[in-house]
Nanobody, 119 residues
């Protein structure tokens, strides 16, 4: 299974970006997808996740600014999106898409997409 992420880039503080991530298979029954990020010199942290039931979880640092959404087929998540508004320089990081499958018992990760927010 491959997760293809896109949508990163350079934006000024206060601006917006939308990240997308799609799985190339639907037969592995992904029931949760999300976004994590890793800034230089810092550990990877959860940004937002969403289940196939539509329940989102957000890091406190992005609540009210980021919105996660997903597509699904037959109750399996196929893609996840992250709308990022009111971006801050502290949001600068490589953003990674992550998926949890009921069939593959290990976390699935995309290749990462760089988000740079200038002040």
């Amino acid at each position: 299974v491959q997760l293809q992420a896109s949508g990163g880039g350079l934006v000024q503080a206060g601006g917006s970006l939308r990240l997308s991530c799609a799985a190339n298979r639907t037969d592995v029954y992904i029931y949760r997808m999300g976004w994590y990020r890793q800034a230089p010199g810092k550990q990877r942290e959860m940004v937002a996740t969403i289940t196939n039931g539509g329940t989102p979880i957000y890091a406190d640092s992005v609540k009210g600014r980021f919105t996660i959404s997903m597509d699904k087929i037959d109750n399996a998540v196929t893609a996840v999106y992250l709308q990022m508004n009111a971006l801050k320089p502290d949001d600068t990081a490589v953003y990674y898409c992550q998926a949890t499958s009921a069939v593959i018992h290990t976390d699935l990760w995309g290749q990462g997409t760089l988000v740079t927010v200038s002040s």
